[in-house]
């Protein structure tokens, strides 16, 4: 594949008009490697593309290809794969490049995890032949459910990213494979989970501040994380990430948000607390409950 790069030029006057175009053409290689394939950008429909304003990282070129470059975490219900998607450079367009985390749900009969019917509650598939494949369990059925957390998933960071609420930025969703932004250590590899570290005095506090801030604001949108704990926050060295999130609750319309809120703030409130900053469930709850009401 080829792509032409036109140059018009001011000087008429030893050129005859049909040739006042020149045209220049640059391969492009279309053998792709086995873990690579062609940008999926623009198969997937408008509302599938991550939020505008889209921060100046994202590759939007056709040209673009992505290549899987590992395992980033293998989980009950998903894995998430690094991946790379990256363009060359075609005439005056500059390469670019970017990596980004894929995270792609198993269908039911493949996931050893089952999410509670709790998390659910209040939510409707539109599609009512979907509905009862879904509970028929046939294998279109089964599709239907994974692709539903891959979409609730991203609806969430939808939501919760034009909120201000440190999540990953979505780039695309398309059936199971929600793909956003990767969250590095600042050192070129995946930033640690939270549990996973041991920080000084003030940078928990640092933490502490900004996951409060986090929870306000999902609690201003009527919403709670619903499995948030030290294992589903992400800790760079001067902010913290929120992720996994699915299962986001409606704290109102559920009829056990109230308790899912509550235990995300025991979860969090114990973590900090075990690394010697003291912070009360309680009044942390309270807290979020003036966001709510």
Known sequence: MSFPEYELTDNY?????????????????????????????????RGSRGPEPRPSWVVTEQAAIDTE???????KEADVFLVERAVEAIGDNPAKSSLLAAK???????????????YVEGRRTRNSRDSRAMAKKTA?????????WAYAEWEALNRLWKAGVPVPYPVQVDGTELLMEFIDDGAGGAAPRLAQVRPAKDVLELYFEQLRGAMRELARAGLAHGDLSPYNVLAQPDRIVM???????DIVGNPMG????????HNMATWF?????????????????????
């Not at 006042?20 to 086995?34: I, N, R, T």
């Not at 992720?243 to 609750?249: A, E, K, M």
């Not at 109230?258 to 703030?265: K, Q, S, V």
């Open 243 to 249: 992720i996994d999130l699915p299962q986001v609750v």
């Open 69 to 75: 470059l590992g395992v980033l975490k293998t989980g």
């Open 104 to 118: 792609r749900y198993r269908t039911e009969e493949h996931r050893s995890f089952h999410r509670s019917t709790s």
């Open 13 to 45: 006057s030893d050129l005859d008009p049909a040739d006042a175009f020149v045209f220049k053409f640059h391969a492009v290689d279309e053998q792709l490697g086995p873990d690579q394939r062609w940008s999926t950008w623009l198969d997937v429909e």
């Open 258 to 265: 109230m308790e899912f809120l509550l235990r995300d703030c």
């Open 273 to 293: 607390t075990n690394r010697g900053l003291e912070i009360d469930e309680q009044e942390l709850f309270a807290d979020l409950l003036t966001m709510v009401f």
């Open 140 to 148: 279109h059925g089964r599709s239907v459910a994974a692709g539903g």
